[in-house]
T-cell receptor, first 113, second 113 residues
Framework: GDSVTQMEGPVTLSEEAFLTINCTYT??????LFWYVQYPGEGLQLLLK?????DKGSNKGFEATYRKETTSFHLEKGSVQVSDSAVYFC????????????FGQGTTLQVKP | IAGITQAPTSQILAAGRRMTLRCTQD?????MYWYRQDLGLGLRLIHY???????GKGEVPDGYSVSRANTDDFPLTLASAVPSQTSVYFC????????????FGDGTRLSIL
């Protein structure tokens, strides 16, 4: 079945460092891909999405490119801030096209000043 | 997240008790979902509903039931709570199209003693 695998966390970076959080997926068909962010004590918020191969989603300085050849959707940011400390979830829309999402296990990012 | 209300915010419950978690939306989205979030496991789908009057089982449905009498409400019931159901529960909504993101509520933190 469809699945999402994220890199193990936690990831600890200094402010202004470059961020990469790896995400790979297994799916039949052509799923849409999403990154969600969860700040402490809050629900998940959509960060960015891509709906087809080679699409680049971007928001708040974060980017991710839908790579069908490597089945990946890695999240990147050029210069992280303390306020980016959160848990990041990669997700894909299920092949049944019902809107159901399959999530990775989440990666905790801690940014130190 | 505006448009989705979950209640209660948190609850401590004795094992064996019955509990209903409430989720109400005012965005008129067709699809609604219940997830549980556990450390290291990410979000796992419990039950879902693609439209009023229909429900389906997710990845971890055992011990939970749902109903969808109308578009706005999607309550989750634990008929006889067990400690393994201690978790944070999130309600989400979306359009049923596969490329649409889900919008999440703020969650209910449930502890079963």
């Amino acid at each position: 079945g469809d699945s999402v695998t994220q890199m193990e966390g936690p990831v600890t970076l200094s402010e202004e460092a470059f961020l990469t959080i790896n995400c790979t997926y297994t799916a039949t068909g052509y799923p849409s891909l999403f990154w969600y962010v969860q700040y402490p004590g809050e629900g998940l918020q959509l960060l960015l999405k891509a709906t087809k191969a080679d699409d680049k989603g971007s928001n708040k300085g974060f980017e991710a490119t839908y790579r069908k050849e490597t089945t990946s959707f890695h999240l990147e940011k050029g210069s992280v801030q303390v306020s980016d400390s959160a848990v990041y979830f990669c997700a894909l829309s299920g092949s049944s096209n019902t809107g159901k999402l399959i999530f990775g296990q989440g990666t905790t990012l801690q940014v130190k000043p | 997240i505006a448009g989705i209300t979950q209640a209660p915010t948190s609850q401590i419950l004795a094992a064996g008790r019955r509990m209903t978690l409430r989720c109400t939306q005012d965005m008129r989205h067709n699809a609604m979902y219940w997830y549980r979030q556990d450390l290291g496991l990410g979000l796992r789908l419990i039950h879902y509903s693609n439209t009023a009057g229909t429900t389906g089982k997710g990845e971890v449905p055992d011990g939970y039931s749902v109903s969808r009498a109308n578009t706005d409400d999607f309550p989750l019931t634990l008929a006889s709570a067990v400690p393994s159901q201690t978790s944070v529960y999130f309600c989400a909504i979306s359009d049923t199209k596969g490329d649409q993101p889900q919008h999440f509520g703020d969650g209910t933190r449930l502890s079963i003693l």
